[in-house]
C-alpha cells in the first residue's frame, strides 16, 4: 500500500489563527500556581515559550502584577541577543530577575566543564537549577515546556511534582482529572508546572503574532559567521571547539529556538518577520523534501537536550 | 479558531494506534521526515505497507518496560479547529486512565475489531462514556478491510450495540456508527469507495461537524468559582477589587445580579475584564476578571453564580459516585481533602453503599472497600460546604477529585449524585 494523498477542503486551506482557549487555560493555571504555592518563579530562558508564558502571567493577574519572580540559569554560553533581551523585558515588567551561573557551579567544584568537540555546558544547568530553587526555597518552578515537542514531555502533567532531588517519576504521576490542579506537596518537593502544555510550536507563533510580542532578534533571518557540522548550521563563537576543517563562513541565517549557543544550530532562511516565520513552519511541516529535514532534526535534538538540563 | 478535545481508549490491537497515525497523517500534522523514517522502519519490518502506529512507538516500548504510561497527548489542527486527543493505552489500569483522559473530553471514540464485535472492553468504555456524560460518542468499527468490507457485519455490529449498550447512555447523547479501515484510510478523511451502502460521513468530517465545547454548557447555569481576589493597591488601582476565575458554565453579562455562595451576599456585576479590556459576556472556558457594584466578602473558593438561576445546593453531605485511582484502597471513615473546582475541604468518607461490578455493572450492596479502578457509591461528609451541581445535569461543575491528605496523591474522582 501506498500512502494515498486525499485531501479535503479541510485542509487544503492552512490556518493561521490562534485558538483563545489555550489562552483562558494557561490563565487559569497561572492562577491557580499563584493562589496554591508560596514562593512560585518563571524559570526565564528569554526564548519564545517563556516570553510566552509571561505573557500570560501579565494577563492573568492584571491589573495586579505578576506574583512570581523570574530565574534564568546562565549557562554563561547564551546569545548576547538574548540578555540584552531579558534585561530590558525585566525593567519593563519590574519584576524581580535572579540569574544563577553555571560558572559558579563549576567553580564550586559541583559539575566539571565538559571538554571536546561537543563541550556544552547544557546539561550543567541542571545542578545549577536546583540549587537556585534550593537557595530561594521556590516550591513551583513556571517552564515554557511543550506536550508536542517529544514523546515524553506528551505524558507529562501540567502540575509536575518533583522530589527532593528535582527527579521526575513518571509512575508517581498524579492523575490530573477535569481542570482541577492538585500542588500539594511535602517540605523540600517542588512542583514544575506547565501552562501551555498544549500549545504547539504553531500556537506559540500565532499568538506571538496575535499579541504582537517581542522577541529576540536572533529568531528572524540575519548575517552571521557560521560553520557546519554533522549537517547542521552552527553559529561560530568562541565557546565552542572547532577542529581545523571547520571553516566558518557569513550566512543568511535564522534560529528557531533560543537555547545555549554551544547546543542551538541555525536554519538557512530569510524570514524576517514573524508571518514569514510562521509560513516558513507550515512550509516546513507540509514540504515534500528538502533541506529543512535535517534542520528539524537538529532542532529535535536540541529540544532534548534542553529537556535534560532544563526540566 | 476552537479546540476540539477527543479521548480514546483501547488495546493496541484493536488499531488505535493505526487510527490516530491515520489521522495525523491525512490531517498533515506529521512532518516529511518522520514519514520517511516511518517507510523505513516499516520495511525493516517487512511489511508491504507503511505502519502508521509506528508513530506511537514511544509508547509501545514504554509499555514494554512495564510502565504505567496513562494519558498521553496528541496534537493536530484542521483549518477548522484544533483537536486534542487524550490517549489512554493501558490495559493494566484501564479505568483509572479511561476516565482521567475522557474528563476534559466532548468526543470519544470507541474502538471495535470489525472480526471481533463488541467486546466487555466496549461496553466498559461506553459506560465511562456515560458516566462522564461525554454528549458525543463515535463506534469505530475498525479492521473492515479484514472482513471484506460487508455490510452485514457492520449493521451486526451496530445491532449488538444497541441491545447491549444503548439502555446504558444518557438522553442526550448522540452515538455515531462508523464502519472504518483505519489501516487503508477507508472512511478517515474522505468517505470510501469500498463501503458505497455506508450513508454517513468520514470520521473527520464527522469530527468537524461537532459542536464547539462552549455551545455545549451555554444553557447551564452560571457558575464562577474565585480563583484569587485582585487588588493591586496601586495609585490607579486604589480601589479596585477584582475576582479572578474561569467560568465553569453558563454565562455572565454585565448588569447581572448576582449572589456570593457561600456568604448569600446579593451584588451587581459592574465590569467583567479580561487584561484590562471590557467584555460584554463571559462563558464557559473564559478566564475573567470580574468587578461588582458592591463591596462584599468573596475570597478564593468561593463561587458566583446568577440571581435568577437555579443555585447549586449548599450540603454538607454529598452522595457521589467515585471511581478509585489510587493502589491504597478507599477507607470508610478516612479524612480526605476534597477539592471541587478550586474550592479544597476537608472530608470524611461515611459511607460505601454500593459497588459497580465490570462488566456486568451489575450494582453490589454494601461492598467492604474501593480498590483501584473500580467505581462505587459513597457518601462523604464535609468540613464546609461545596457548591456543587448534580454531575448529569451540570457536568462541568459535579466533579471532585479526593486528596490523600498522607501522600498528597489525587487518590479519586467524584460525580456527585445527590446532596
Not at chain 1, 517540605?187 to 498544549?198: A, K, T
Not at chain 2, 474501593?370 to 461528609?381: A, S, T, Y
Request: aromatic share 8%.
Amino acid at each position: 500500500m501506498q500512502l494515498s494523498n486525499q485531501t479535503t477542503s479541510a485542509l487544503s486551506a492552512i490556518h493561521t489563527s490562534f485558538p483563545r482557549q489555550l489562552e483562558d487555560e494557561a490563565i487559569y493555571i497561572l492562577r491557580e500556581v499563584a493562589a496554591q504555592f508560596e514562593r512560585p518563579a518563571i524559570l526565564f530562558s528569554g526564548g519564545k515559550d517563556s516570553i510566552t508564558v509571561v505573557r500570560l502571567a501579565q494577563k492573568a493577574f492584571f491589573p495586579g502584577k505578576i506574583p512570581f519572580s523570574l530565574l534564568h540559569v546562565d549557562t554563561g554560553h547564551n546569545f548576547p541577543e538574548t540578555i540584552s533581551f531579558r534585561d530590558q523585558l525585566v525593567a519593563e515588567l519590574g519584576v524581580e530577575l535572579h540569574v544563577r551561573y553555571v560558572e559558579d557551579s563549576i567553580k564550586q567544584g559541583k559539575v566539571k566543564e565538559e571538554s571536546g568537540k561537543y563541550a556544552s555546558r547544557n546539561a550543567l544547568q541542571t545542578v545549577t537549577l536546583l540549587d537556585a530553587i534550593e537557595e530561594f526555597k521556590f516550591d513551583a518552578c513556571i517552564g515554557g515546556a511543550r506536550r508536542d515537542e517529544e514523546k515524553a514531555r506528551a505524558k507529562e502533567r501540567i502540575f509536575s511534582v518533583r522530589d527532593d532531588f528535582g527527579q521526575w517519576d513518571a509512575k508517581k504521576q498524579r492523575p490530573e482529572l477535569f481542570e482541577m490542579l492538585n500542588g500539594r506537596i511535602d517540605l523540600g518537593e517542588n512542583v514544575r508546572v506547565f501552562p501551555i502544555s498544549n500549545w504547539t510550536e504553531l500556537d506559540v507563533w500565532n499568538y506571538i503574532k496575535e499579541e504582537k510580542l517581542d522577541i529576540p532578534s536572533i529568531y528572524f533571518s540575519h548575517q552571521r559567521q557560521v560553520f557546519d557540522r554533522d549537517g547542521m548550521i552552527w553559529s561560530d563563537s568562541d565557546f565552542i571547539n572547532k577542529s581545523a576543517d571547520e571553516i566558518p563562513y557569513q550566512a543568511t541565517v535564522r534560529f528557531r529556538t533560543v537555547g545555549d549557543m554551544t547546543c542551538t544550530a541555525a536554519v538557512a532562511s530569510h524570514a524576517d518577520s514573524i508571518d514569514q516565520i510562521i509560513e516558513e513552519i507550515l512550509a516546513a511541516e507540509i514540504s515534500e523534501r528538502g533541506a529543512r529535514i535535517d534542520d528539524k532534526r537538529s532542532e529535535a535534538a536540541m529540544e532534548k537536550r534542553k529537556q535534560q538540563g532544563y526540566f | 479558531m476552537d479546540i476540539l478535545r477527543i479521548a480514546t481508549a483501547g488495546s493496541v490491537d484493536d488499531g488505535k494506534s493505526t487510527l490516530i497515525g491515520r489521522l495525523l497523517y491525512e490531517t498533515k500534522s506529521i512532518t516529511q521526515d518522520k514519514i520517511e523514517a516511518l517507510e523505513a522502519a516499516s520495511k525493516r519490518k517487512g511489511l508491504d505497507f507503511v505502519d502508521l502506529s509506528l508513530l506511537t512507538d514511544g509508547l509501545i516500548a514504554e509499555r514494554e518496560q512495564g510502565i504505567t504510561i496513562d494519558v498521553a497527548h496528541i496534537y493536530f489542527n484542521t483549518a477548522r479547529r484544533k483537536y486534542i486527543i487524550a490517549d489512554t493505552p493501558g490495559h493494566i489500569e484501564y479505568t483509572r486512565n479511561m476516565v482521567t483522559g475522557a474528563s476534559n473530553a466532548q468526543v470519544s471514540i470507541i474502538l471495535v475489531d470489525a472480526r471481533l464485535g463488541l467486546s466487555e472492553q466496549t461496553k466498559r468504555h461506553f459506560y465511562i462514556a456515560q458516566l462522564l456524560r461525554i454528549p458525543e460518542v463515535i463506534l469505530a468499527v475498525n479492521k473492515m478491510d479484514l472482513v471484506g468490507y460487508d455490510p452485514i457485519v457492520f449493521e451486526t455490529i451496530v445491532q449488538d450495540f444497541h441491545t447491549t449498550c444503548q439502555q446504558i447512555g444518557f438522553d442526550g447523547q448522540n452515538v455515531h456508527f462508523i464502519p472504518l479501515s483505519s489501516l487503508y484510510g477507508e472512511n478517515m478523511v474522505v468517505k470510501s469507495e469500498k463501503m458505497p451502502w455506508y450513508s454517513g460521513d468520514s470520521l473527520l468530517d464527522i469530527l468537524e461537524s461537532l459542536p464547539p465545547q462552549g455551545d455545549l454548557y451555554a444553557d447551564k447555569p452560571a457558575r464562577l468559582g474565585i480563583q484569587s481576589v485582585i487588588r493591586p493597591k496601586s495609585e490607579a488601582y486604589h480601589d479596585y477589587r477584582g475576582y479572578a476565575g474561569r467560568i465553569s458554565s453558563g454565562q455572565f453579562f454585565p448588569g447581572d445580579r448576582v449572589i456570593a455562595l457561600p456568604s448569600g451576599q446579593e451584588s451587581a456585576i459592574d465590569r467583567i475584564e479580561k487584561f484590562g479590556e471590557p467584555l460584554d459576556r463571559a462563558r464557559i472556558g473564559d478566564s475573567v476578571v470580574v468587578t461588582l457594584t458592591d463591596d462584599i466578602d468573596i475570597s478564593r473558593g468561593n463561587m458566583l453564580i446568577k440571581k435568577e438561576e437555579q443555585s447549586p445546593l449548599q450540603a454538607k453531605v454529598v452522595t457521589a459516585e467515585v471511581c478509585w485511582l489510587d493502589h491504597q484502597p478507599l477507607t470508610v471513615g478516612k479524612t480526605y481533602a476534597l477539592q471541587h473546582g478550586v474550592n479544597r475541604q476537608k472530608s470524611k468518607v461515611i459511607s460505601l453503599k454500593s459497588l459497580l461490578e465490570m462488566p456486568s455493572l451489575i450494582r453490589k450492596e454494601d461492598p467492604n472497600q474501593l480498590m483501584l479502578n473500580e467505581i462505587g457509591q459513597v457518601e462523604i461528609k464535609l468540613g464546609s460546604p461545596i457548591f456543587a451541581d448534580v454531575y448529569a445535569s451540570n457536568p462541568r461543575n459535579g466533579a471532585f477529585i479526593l486528596i490523600d491528605e498522607q501522600t498528597n496523591s489525587t487518590v479519586g474522582v467524584g460525580f456527585v449524585e445527590a446532596h
